[in-house]
């Protein structure tokens, strides 16, 4: 929202977008804990642009591949509040139901 990170231009294309898809990594290699990164993206949407903070935003838990990444979802997805898709490009889970 200030020049860094997603950038300014990234933004301004996000907010054509009548949806969002969000995708939090919640793999054992994940960088950052699923609501922490969950948080920063929010966070830059929001600096941005209030209205598009409020864009309809589905959340999908990628990397979801095997029990401690299932938890890691199920943990967002209480925190969050909200109903969680569970991807993983490996085994082909999820594509369906985010195409729906």
Not at 9 to 21: Q, W
Not at 42 to 69: F, I
Request: proline residues 5%; hydrophobic residues 40%.
């Amino acid at each position: 929202a200030q020049g860094h990170g997603l950038g300014d231009r990234f933004l301004k294309h996000v907010e054509r977008c009548g949806a969002l898809l969000q995708l939090v990594d919640v793999s054992d290699g994940a960088d950052v804990e699923p609501l922490e990164a969950f948080r920063v993206v929010d966070r830059e949407l929001r600096a941005s642009s209030p209205q598009l903070a409020e864009t309809p935003r589905l959340v999908a838990a990628s990397k979801c591949e095997g029990p401690q990444a299932e938890e890691r979802a199920v943990e967002l997805e209480h925190a969050l509040g909200r109903p969680v898709l569970r991807l993983s490009s490996a085994q082909g889970r999820g594509l369906r139901e985010v195409l729906e």
